[in-house]
């Protein structure tokens, strides 16, 4: 029903930046909640940030303290995409970046709320 591919991951330094994409074939792209989720080997796959539809062209952002002031997530509705600017990237933030879609109106940090995944896109930052 809902395809969600991610795109823009890589090898960076510390401090330098990149852009991920999230491209969605769904027509209800408009309507659904969508967040970022990283997962490190070894680790649970957390939150990072989202983006909530608040009714017409609303949306509300949230993002994971860890990210908080260096990430900014935003959408261009009418490419059907979900970005996310990072900023300022640490070592810690190696990990696979997956985008998510929910249907509903459950909590945006939980990703057992979620409908549909991509399938990730890695990202390195080298210390």
């Known amino acids: 029903q809902v395809q969600l591919v991610e795109s823009g991951g890589g090898l960076v330094q510390a401090g330098g930046s990149l852009r991920l994409s999230c491209a969605a074939s769904?027509?209800?792209?408009?309507?659904?909640?969508m967040a970022w989720f990283r997962q490190a080997p070894g680790n649970e796959r957390e939150f990072v940030a989202g983006?909530?539809?608040?009714?017409?062209?609303?949306?509300?952002?949230d993002y994971a303290d860890a990210v908080k002031g260096r990430f900014t997530a935003y959408r261009d509705n009418a490419k059907n995409t979900m970005y996310l600017q990072m900023n300022i990237l640490k070592p810690e933030d190696t990990a696979v970046y997956f985008c998510?879609?929910?249907?509903?109106?459950?909590?945006?940090?939980?990703?057992?709320?979620?409908?549909?995944w991509g399938q990730g896109t890695q990202v390195t930052v080298s210390s």
């Open positions: 998510a879609a929910m249907r509903g109106n459950g909590a945006t940090r939980d990703k057992n709320n979620y409908d549909y």
């Open positions: 983006l909530r539809w608040g009714g017409g062209n609303v949306y509300y952002a």
């Open positions: 769904g027509r209800a792209f408009t309507t659904y909640n």
